[in-house]
Structure formats: C-alpha cells, structure tokens
C-alpha cells in the first residue's frame, strides 16, 4: 500500500453463495499475506459465515479456521474424479450436489429424519428440508465469539425479518453478535429453517440483498474507506440453450449483486452533497444556515471509498447446482480461483499506483478491463481501456 494510502480503512464485502464461498476464504489468504487485513467485514448467507471466521479469530488464526471449515464441509465428497475422465466433469458435479441434497454437508445441515408433511405444523420440520444444528456447534467451535465481540474487526450480517420481510443488519458496533446472528443470515428457504433472534425469526439475507455493499456505503466513515467485494454470482452471462442453461441464468441473475445500483446510488449522494456546498458557499451569510440547504449538504457520504470488485466466473462445467455442489476438488478450485484473482487484482500496476481519493468513489474493476482489452486489443489499436471510474470532486 502507498505511503498515501495508510490512514484508509479495510472492509471485506462477502456475498452469499453457498459452496461458492471457498473463492472469498481464498481471496482472503492472499490479501491477508498483502497486509489488507479488514477493519470492517459485512456478509450474507456463507459470506456471513466466512465473516464470522476471520472476525472472530486473531490473524494469526483465520486462514486455519477458515482451512478447518471448508475442510469439513467437503468431508462428505471428498472424491476426486481421476483426470483421464474429466470430459465426465458436469455428471461428475451434479451426482455431487446430488449427494449433497440426499446426505446432507457435514457441519453444516443434515436432512431431517421425517419429511416436513409428517412434522407438525409450525415446528422447524415443518417449513424446512434441513436441520442446521450442526452449523451451530460448528460455529461455537471455529468461531470465538467474546473476541469477534471485544478484539475483532467490525462485523455485519445481513437477514430478513419474516413478519416484516425487511432487510436487517446484525452488526457488532451495535450489539454482541452470537452464532444465531450467523445463521440468520444464512437461513434460505425452504432448505433451512428460520432462526430466531430476540423473539423474531429470520431467513437468509439473500432474499433481499445478496451483497452487503449498501450497508457499507450507508455507514462509511469519515475516514477513507477501501472496499474489497467477492461476489460468487456474475450478472453477465449468455442466453440459454435449455432448460438447464434456464435454471443456471435465472440464479445468476437473481443473485448477483446490484453493484451498478449502488455505485450509482453512492455517486448520486456525492453529487447532490458536493452541488449543495457550493450553492452554500454562494449564498449571502443569511441563507447559509437555512435547514433544507443544510440536510442536502449532509446527504453525501462522510468519506471517500475506493471499491475493488471481483468476481467469481464459473467454469463451463459447473451448473445450475455449483452452490450446493461440495466436492472436494471443486473446494479446492474455488479456493484457488479466489486467491489467483485476489493475487492478480493487487499485483496489478494501476492498483500498486494508486492514490486513495479524498473525495467521492473510485472504482477498480481489473478482472472485467481484463477480459476486455483481450477481446479488443486489434480495434482498440493500443488505446488505453480503463474500468476505473470516479466521481466528480
């Protein structure tokens, strides 16, 4: 990191994604062996889970947790389909993910003994497919939570209030956070049942929000802030060719994050801010404290953010069910996939020269700029092609 750039603070943005998730643990091993170790961690649904690992554990003890985590998960699938027969890959995952539904993640969830129409009604069996008391005592096991709660970093978890269907943040800077947060965050229905936390239930955050990133935004503070989000679902893709294709498009696409839809939301709050204050500066002395002006002046965000944004791409094997799909090997490639990216991302020249802003929003998209410049470098005939963006001071 610059000389610049030391006084900026560190967040983590984890999206939900199920087996997914193994891309965020990498990512964060390389990041961490970089010195970006984060003062601030949001997540959803696994990403919560991830969360909850690398804050509540000191840094000398977060890869292992998380090792030990991902470890286990994939503890029932742990065959390795020999290379010779890899072109069977797509049958290979879903007999996998097939498993999975039958046996359960260990760990993690295991289905239940009777099928919910023979559950009473109303009882967890009742509205779910899994138990996930196993995540619980695994939670308590990899997890200390009177760190994570005392000495960790800022950790939020997204869920949605059932009865309200609201989007709710459990954050430590506002209360003690305990394994049920966790869990809420990542209860999807119907698989899972809901969680209660003080007398009201929960299910994964997901249904509203799979990435955390306005949170981030709506409570940045003052001082520069840089964001590294991990998303496990891309919102670009191709049309579909069958039904298949169908199911696999519809989940990228539903949860994928609104990174666009926030970015823009942020730019918007700095623009409206930033015209406010020179309007302000000039008025006469007299209109300068009137209360409409000064709320427009304080509509901003406090501090600037840099945002750097990966993406997990999927390879052409995997479908529809990749975030439910617990081998072993595909663990292993998406752990490497995460620290590859995270590697490549940091390494990159126009990230090692950055400046962080002291205003407004700058965005890093390298990955993306990438894969563009490769597919234009003839006809952009050695023009510069940039997926960085800021606002306007």
Not at 205 to 217: D, K, M, W
Not at 240 to 252: G, I, T
Not at 281 to 290: C, H, K, T
Not at 331 to 359: C, F, L, Q, Y
Request: proline share 7%.
């Amino acid at each position: 990191m610059n000389q610049e750039n030391q006084a900026e603070l560190t967040a983590l943005v984890l999206q939900g994604g199920g087996a997914l998730g193994a891309y965020q643990a990498g990512a964060y091993t390389v990041l961490a062996q970089g010195g970006h170790e984060p003062d601030w961690l949001a997540g959803v649904s696994i990403g919560a889970i991830n969360s909850a690992l690398i804050a509540g554990n000191p840094p000398q003890r977060r890869v292992e947790r998380l090792e030990a985590f991902w470890t286990l998960a994939t503890s029932g699938l742990p065959f390795t389909a020999p290379l010779a027969i890899q072109g069977l890959r797509p049958f290979i995952n879903e007999a996998s993910a097939f498993e999975v539904m039958l046996e359960g993640v260990p760990g993690f969830f295991t289905p239940r003994a009777l099928p919910a129409p023979f559950q009473p009604s109303g009882s967890p069996g009742a509205i779910s497919f899994y138990d996930t008391s196993p995540l619980r005592r695994t939670l308590l096991e990899l997890v200390d939570f009177d760190y994570l709660n005392s000495q960790g970093p800022r950790l939020s978890v997204g869920a949605v209030d059932i009865e309200t269907g609201n989007f709710v943040f459990f954050d430590s800077h506002e209360m003690r956070i305990g394994p049920e947060h966790v869990m809420a965050s990542g209860a999807l229905p119907p698989g899972f049942p809901p969680v209660e936390v003080g007398g009201r239930f929960y299910w994964d955050g997901g249904l509203v929000s799979n990435t955390p990133l306005e949170h981030i935004f709506e409570h940045a503070p003052a001082e520069p802030l840089c964001v590294f989000q991990f998303d496990l679902f891309d919102a670009r893709g191709t049309g579909p060719k069958d039904l298949f294709e169908v199911a696999q498009r519809e989940k990228d696409i539903r949860f994928s994050s609104r990174t666009r839809l926030n970015t823009d939301r942020f730019r918007e709050r700095h623009d409206i801010a930033a015209a406010a204050k020179r309007l302000h500066d000039r008025l006469p002395p007299e209109l300068r404290d009137d209360p409409d002006l000064l709320a427009l002046c304080d509509a901003g965000p406090r501090g600037a953010v840099t945002l750097m944004h990966l993406i997990y791409r999927k390879r052409n094997y995997e479908g529809q069910s990749k975030d439910y799909e617990f081998s072993r090997r595909s663990m292993r490639e998406h752990w490497a996939a995460g620290a590859d990216d995270a590697a490549r991302a940091i390494r990159h020249p126009d990230w090692v020269s950055r400046k962080a802003p002291t205003n407004g929003l700058l965005i890093f998209d390298l990955g993306e700029r990438d894969r563009h410049q490769k597919r234009s470098r003839d006809a952009a005939s050695g023009t510069r092609n940039t997926r960085i963006k800021k606002t306007k001071g």
